[in-house]
């Protein structure tokens, strides 16, 4: 598949084939799932999608940002199939096998937190926060969570019971597991305090001891602060620098345990391996997923190993570090420290210089945030009222769909930018030119509407 020829649109969409498989998904597969628009993917190189009836998309969305390295990135190829040919299972809750072994070393070097690290192997982000929940129970013996408004860390009960995304993501799923308390996130853009960075005089940490802490919540119950360094699912929310300092401090302050929930942000997609690391806080559990393994199922728990401290039979997975997944996550790993984390950086910078300059030109603009290849835009209807532009969001959407560019929302009115880290400046103008083209048929409808 040549990429030179991107993207390229050649059928309506979707086109017959896609037509006749999304007939048998609807038969067949789960409604539960979330599909913004009709692409039915058949194979994917570099930043390139082709669908089956071959459609060529450039694909800012990296498989919600999992793709890191690309689609079949050729060394991570080659270590996958090098694995395949050797060992494929044996399950490394009760064997020892080396690429398991070899990545757990690695991640413990990378830990961002206090001290020597050992890593726990799992399938998914919601797992690694389902271990993390477990572990902080059981190291402190403490009962209580607090996580964030806003805040996503996956579908499990655990992970849910902290997730506050989205009204639909816990309808009907109730009673979820107690204990768990939420406070308000350092979103600025929308703050909760009705603030503003100049004159902000409260955030998260000081609100959690003045309210939480002398009404419903016993400071010394609280096992964990579980909070994404950077809001994914909630917006793609970057908060204040002070954000995590503050809560870090409480967290020392009363012996919490500080949880870092780097799923989609991790692995070099903020132009450092984990976000956390642009803040200088050190946590002391951090949970990582989606970019791992370059789209291999993997999620690691990584902790401070005076934490870890449970014994065997505690917590366990069967499919949990698989051997191949290990060994494209090894993979990936070198990619990234040999120039992809810092390429992330260098066009993250390119894009949202860019992405502000159309900020100016378009009033359907409300904010536009990010760290790396990880950018939010917001869409309001008013720049003074800032009430959110769901519907033209979504329209903005297909819009770029029909153009040939995958992106992807998130929280009200946000579109999401997560390519593939090996992106340059040149696929970053040409989703510019899509996104911008986008948007003025969407204003121009909206106008036309009058709304």
């Known amino acids: ?16 084939k896609a037509r006749r498989l999304i007939e048998e998904d ?44 690309g689609h079949c990135h050729p060394k991570v190829v080659e270590a996958i199939t090098r694995q395949a040919q050797k060992l494929i299972h044996m399950s490394g809750t009760d064997f020892y096998y080396q690429p398991q072994i070899e990545l757990a070393k690695k991640l413990a070097q990378l830990f961002p937190g206090r001290g020597p690290a050992k890593v726990y192997f799992g399938n998914s982000g919601t797992e690694g926060i389902e271990a993390a929940m477990k572990l902080a129970r059981y190291h402190t013996r403490r009962q209580y969570f607090i996580s964030f408004l806003g805040g996503f860390h996956g579908r499990t009960y655990g992970s ?40 902000c005089k409260i955030d998260s940490a000081e609100w959690i001891e003045e309210v939480l802490f002398r009404t419903i919540l016993p400071a010394e119950e609280v096992a964990g602060i579980v909070v994404e ?72 728990m990584i902790a401070s190993a005076s934490i870890m401290d449970w014994g065997p039979g505690s917590h366990a997975s069967t499919f949990g570090g698989n051997p191949i997944a290990c060994e494209a996550a090894l993979a990936t790993i070198e990619l990234l420290e040999n120039g992809l984390m810092q390429n992330a950086a260098d066009v993250g910078a390119y894009l949202l210089d860019n992405l502000k300059k159309l900020q100016i030109q378009h009033p359907l603009i409300g904010d536009v945030r990010g760290m790396g290849l990880m950018i939010g835009i917001e869409l309001v209807q008013d720049l003074e009222t800032k009430t959110p532009a769901i519907r033209q969001r979504d329209k903005l959407i297909h819009k ?42 969407v204003e121009k409808a909206t106008e036309g509407m009058g709304s």
């Open 160 to 199: 849910l019971s902290l997730t506050g995304s989205k009204v639909v993501q816990r309808e009907r799923f109730g009673p979820l597991i107690p204990g768990v308390v939420q406070a308000p996130y350092g979103y600025c853009y929308r703050c909760p305090y009705n603030s503003n960075p100049e004159s």
């Open 229 to 300: 360094t950077i809001q994914g699912e909630g917006g793609y929310v970057v908060p204040p620098l002070n954000f995590h300092q503050n809560l870090s401090r409480l967290a020392q302050k009363y012996g919490i345990l500080y949880i870092v929930d780097e799923v989609q942000s991790g692995m070099g997609r903020t132009g450092k391996m984990f976000a956390i690391e642009h803040y200088g806080v050190q946590p002391d559990i951090v949970v990582t997923a989606k970019g791992i393994a370059s789209g291999l199922p993997l999620g690691v």
């Open 26 to 69: 609807h038969q067949f597969v789960s409604p539960s799932y979330t599909r913004y628009y009709p692409l039915v993917a058949e194979k994917g190189e570099g930043f390139v999608v082709e669908d089956v009836d071959g459609n060529r998309f450039l694909d800012f969305t990296a498989g919600i940002a999992t793709c890191s390295t």
């Open 400 to 441: 770029c769909f029909e153009k040939g560019l995958l992106i992807l929302g998130c929280g009200l009115s946000v579109i999401r930018l997560a390519p593939p880290l090996i992106i340059s400046r040149h696929e970053a103008d040409v989703a510019l030119a899509i996104l911008e083209e986008s948007l003025i048929e």
């Open 1 to 16: 598949m040549e990429q030179n020829f991107y993207p390229q649109i050649k059928t309506q969409l979707p086109g017959p």
